[in-house]
Structures are given as C-alpha cells and as structure tokens.
C-alpha cells in the first residue's frame, strides 16, 4: 500500500532571492537493515541539493510504502516511528527544490506508480527538456498525470512502451527523453540506478556489508559508514537484485562525457569527491586561478560565506594577502520566506550575514563569491562592507560570469534577469558599487578542475551558463520560444 502524510503546512521557499538554486538530492539503498533509517541519514547529508521537500519510499517485499512532506528531512522524517511507517530491506529518498513542476506536494518525489508488471518508483535529479512535448503526446492518447513533475514522463513511457520486459521498457522510455537524469528506481525484485548518456548529473555507487548503496553524493556514503566504490558511468544503466546480482547495461552507445562544471563551483559538499576530484581541492584552486588572473593590492581576503570559503583560503596563499572572517554567516537562518513587503525581503541579506567590523574597518578588502546572479545581494554585500569601514572593496567570483539560463535541473532565473547577460563587466562593477570586479576565466576553471584548459571543439563538461553552449537538444524551450514569436503584438507595439 502506499501511504502518504504532509508534515507541517510551511509556506513554500521564496524562488526570487539572489542565488543559483541547488537542483535536487537522490539516495537509494538495497538489501540493508532499515533501509528507510538509512535512507533519511543520506538525505541528510544531500540537504544542500534542495531544501523545500522530501520523501522516501520502502518495499518490505510485499507492498511499497512511502512517506513525503514539505520542509526540511529533519521535520518531515523526525522520529523513528515515522520511519517505522516505512519497512524493508530497499528504499529510495529525494530532496528536491523544484525547477520543472512547481512547488507542492504531488510534485514531492520519489513518485511511485503501479503498471502492468508490478509497483515502480522512481527518484530524478535533473530536467527533461523535451517533457513539454512527451507529456502532450502521450496525454493525446490518454494518459492521466497526477503531477506537473517532468519525472512522472518517464513513468508513463515506460508503462507505454510495448516492449516485453521491464528493463527493455525502461531503456525504450530514455531513449525518448532529452536533457539530464540521475535516476534510482526500484521494482519489486530490484533497484535500478542510472545517469544520462553526457552524465551531465552526478550519481556514485558504494556499499555497506551486503547492501548496495546509490548517491548524488560521495558525501552521503560517508555519513552513512559506506564504502565508495565507483561513480556511475555516463549512460550506464546499474541493476542490482534482491539476492545480490549487481548487472550493468550500456544501451546507449559511447558519447563524449559532459558533466556539470558548477558541481564543482557550487552545488556539491565540499567534502565530497566529485570526478575523481575533491571538491574543496578543486574550489581552492580556482581561488588561487582567480589570484593569478586578477591580482589586487589588498590588506585582506574575505570569503562570502559559505560558499565562498575555499576560494578565498586558495586567493590568499597564491596572492600572500592574509585570509580572514570579515562576513559572519547566522546558521539559524534558512532560505527566505515570502515576505509582505519589499523592506523585508531586502532585510535577509544581514539576517544571513553581518560584517565583522573590528577586522575590515580601514583596510582594503577583496570580496570572494562564488557566483554573481542578479547582482543584488552582491551590491549589498559590498555595501555591508563599507557601512563597515572597509577602505575598498574589489569583488573576485570563483566563476566565469553566469550569463545563460540551465535547463538540466538548476533553478536558474531567466537569461534576461541574469546581471552578466545585461551588462559588460565594467558596468557590472559600477551597479554593485565595487571599486573592481573580476572573474576567473574558463580555461583557469577548467584547469582548477584538473584539465589544461578547455576544449573548444569538444568541451569536457556542461558549461552552458557560462558559455551559452548547450550540449543537448533543447525541444521546449525551441517550440516555447517559436510560439512567442507568433503571438499578436500587445497594443502600441504593432510595427
């Protein structure tokens, strides 16, 4: 059966502050002892990757079960009788801040449905960029969705495919879909784990005794005692049964890897090992790149917090310029609520953050971020520092400017509200009021994550949002835009 419970009535996130929104989290685990305990204690560590929602299904080899809630894995999953809720030896679990879809509960993964050969369930971290188009094609001949969630497509391809076989049926509904997809679904008699075919987002493979564990992270394999084994391979499709087998199918062919570069700016732990790479190595160095690149004289390097930190720390050895907490983060305070008015919203940037005045007041400060957006939390930020009594104020972003929307699964705003897309540097230095602003470039990006530089004819990762070059077809957003250019001309506007 499945059972389902909304924790808590909590007003959604607010989707317009200044900041990259982290996609979302997946965690599954087979043949474990209260695999739903050890699923929540993943999602625990994968909580950075999205903050608005959660929810684990079971299977105790009879029925599935599942639990889904607003707010955080601590609220929603916050006692054992909960997770009682929740028995078997195989379970799957989600944290998600939405990107396609919406807010909501109906939209709160893992979904599960219940098709011809039995009970399917299935967690997503990524977008499908030709949904748009699937789901009107299979709701023309019928289909009922019970979501506005890009992932419910592939539920009702697979239930559609007429193909024999549960895994050629899965296969059969990925060959249909663009975009990006980590994916652990589970059947009664196994869990099934794979990434798209440019591996465009992140998904390990570990394990614990006799169970086989799936990630989004390294990092929740370490909180949870596991033992990494290997990043699932792009287009790799990895299936693990109830008595142990574990298989791995290639159906998709060879395809040059494209994996996400802002995993390594952002959205990943920095605990976590990313590539083969540790993450906080990698973020050290594209300080000590952007050092290099844009050098400053200076009294003091601050980091913007958190984020900011290992950039800063690699800034200050390469440039010898002392390393200090001049920005205290408040770790009390969460994403931004929806707030009544405009002076409250503006109000979060100094709930989140506070300058240490005794150390900045009369020295030249750079200013450390990892990524600048819509530019308004950084004006702010700067100005904090002055109102300080900080003497400069030069800004260093441990990115290439952010001029390009994501479709793979990043909430990004759209290109037309992204500062860089708008304006040159030097203009974007004035509207945050910084006496200099630079950005580390791609090719000192890519060579903090272990690459000479970039590939231009064959780039090695997806690095659209700087560079505009997206690495799949991009259906939906092609046929939105082609019917806006159809559309009548408002009133005033007629040529």
Known sequence: MISTERVGDQTPWDIGDDTLHEECGIFGVIRATDAAAMTAL??????????EACGIVSWDGKDFFARRGIGHVAQV???????????????????????????????????????????????????????????????NKGAIFQSTSDTEVIIHLIATSRYPTLMDRFVDALRMVEGAYSLICMTPKRMIACRDPLGIRPLVMGRIGDAAIFASES????????????????????????????????????????????????????????????????????????????????????????????????????????????????????RTFIQPSDGARHADVKRKHNANRALVAGKRI???????????????IVQMMRDAGAKEVHFRVASPPTNNSCYYGVDTPERHKLLAARMSVPEMAEFIQADSLAFVSID?????????????KCPQHCDACFTGEYPTRLTDLTEREADADQLPLPVGQLA
């Open 42 to 51: 993943g999602l625990h560590a994968l909580q950075h990757r999205g903050q």
């Open 77 to 139: 999953f916050s006692d054992a009788t909960i997770l009682g809720e929740l028995p078997g030896s195989m379970a799957s679990g989600h944290v998600r801040y939405s990107t396609t879809g919406g807010s909501g509960l109906r939209n709160v993964q893992p979904l599960h449905a219940d098709l011809a050969r039995g009970g399917f369930s299935i967690a997503h971290n990524g977008n499908i960029s030709n949904a748009m188009r699937l789901k009107q094609e299979l709701v």
């Open 219 to 334: 990092v929740a394999l370490d909180v949870v005692g596991a033992e990494f084994v290997r990043e699932v391979e792009p287009g790799e499709i990895v299936e693990v049964r109830m008595d142990g087998r574990i298989t791995s199918h290639r159906p998709f062919g060879n395809h040059q890897p494209r994996p996400c570069i802002f995993e390594h700016v952002y959205f990943s732990r920095p605990d976590s090992v990313l590539g083969g790479h540790s993450v906080y190595e990698v973020r050290r160095q594209i300080g000590a790149e952007l050092a290099i690149e844009a050098p400053v004289e200076a009294d003091l390097v601050v980091p913007v917090p958190d984020s900011g930190v290992p950039a800063a720390i690699g800034y200050a050895q390469q440039s010898g310029i002392p390393f200090g907490l001049g920005i205290i983060r408040s770790h009390y305070v969460g």
């Open 366 to 380: 750079v200013l450390i971020d990892d990524s600048i957006v819509r530019g308004t939390t950084s004006m702010k």
């Open 444 to 456: 000192g990006l890519y060579r903090a994550v272990g690459e000479s530089g970039r590939n231009a």
